[in-house]
């Protein structure tokens, strides 16, 4: 991964956990290493454990952010969904996804429950 992008992506994560934050959720952790992947943010919406994905994009080229998750990456976040419902068992596992656009101003949309699992 080029410098540019490994500095684009932290700059996306920054922001949506501000975001987040605002928005009254409790940041558990962030960039957490699992055996099928990496959650981008790990926080709590009231009685939710959210795993967040963040998408950060620079221009419209090649379409929003979001259009980058595909079909191995939901794949990926169900098993680390899976993983979590293990390790919180008590708790609602939610999946969120984040977009990030850093152009002239920054937009950052935010949807909730993106991926049923």
Same mark, same amino acid.
């Given at each position: 991964?080029?410098? #540019?992008?490994?500095?684009?992506?932290? +700059?996306?994560?920054?922001?949506?956990?501000?975001? !987040?934050?605002k928005k009254g959720f409790k940041i558990l952790g962030?960039?957490?290493?699992? %055996?099928?992947?990496?959650? &981008?943010? !790990?926080?709590? &919406?009231? @009685?939710? /454990?959210?795993?967040?994905?963040?998408?950060?994009?620079?221009?419209?080229? $090649?379409?929003?952010?979001?259009?980058?998750?595909?079909?191995? @990456?939901?794949?990926?976040?169900?098993?680390?969904?899976?993983?979590? +419902?293990?390790? $919180?068992? &008590? @708790?609602? /596992?939610?999946? &969120?996804?984040? +977009?990030?656009? /850093?152009?002239?101003?920054? %937009?950052?949309?935010? /949807?909730?429950?993106?991926?049923? #699992?």
């Amino acid at each position: 991964m080029s410098f #540019f992008r490994k500095n684009l992506g932290k +700059s996306g994560e920054d922001l949506a956990t501000l975001f !987040l934050q605002k928005k009254g959720f409790k940041i558990l952790g962030r960039n957490i290493r699992l %055996k099928f992947g990496e959650i &981008d943010i !790990l926080a709590q &919406d009231n @009685k939710d /454990i959210v795993l967040v994905e963040v998408k950060t994009k620079t221009g419209d080229q $090649y379409g929003e952010p979001v259009d980058e998750i595909d079909f191995f @990456k939901k794949k990926k976040l169900w098993q680390l969904a899976r993983a979590l +419902s293990q390790k $919180y068992p &008590d @708790k609602n /596992i939610r999946i &969120d996804v984040i +977009s990030v656009k /850093i152009q002239k101003e920054v %937009k950052i949309e935010h /949807i909730v429950n993106a991926l049923e #699992f």
